[in-house]
Nanobody
């Protein structure tokens, strides 16, 4: 059983920055790809970024150059640094590990 505990998020003005964290229980974290997804109101959940156990990253085109995913295997934690935020980044963000999901964190970008 894996539990994912998210933190971070909140309200930020356009152009601002936020960092999301997701702490995982269990040893599977170290050998598994971890990802961040988001779901805006009325839209399907979409992939934001993933990072493999070896550190290879992948990003949605909409966030390339603005978001950075990273992981600390010693802390079993994955991060999403979000810079130059736009109103269209507003969504609930979820971390994902295999078939496990975090509880979701609201990110609102508004002036």
């Amino acid at each position: 059983q894996v539990q994912l505990a998210q933190s971070g998020g909140g309200l930020v003005q356009p152009g601002g920055s936020l960092r999301l964290s997701c702490a995982a229980s269990g040893s599977i974290f170290r050998i598994t790809t971890v990802g961040w997804y988001r779901q805006a109101p009325g839209k399907q959940r979409e992939l934001v970024a993933t990072i493999t156990s070896g550190g290879t990253t992948n990003y949605a085109d909409s966030v390339k150059g603005r978001f950075t995913i990273s992981r600390d295997s010693g802390k079993n934690t994955v991060y999403l640094q979000m810079n130059s935020l736009k109103p269209e980044d507003t969504a609930v963000y979820y971390c994902n590990l295999v078939h496990y999901w975090g509880q979701g964190t609201q990110v609102t970008v508004s002036s």
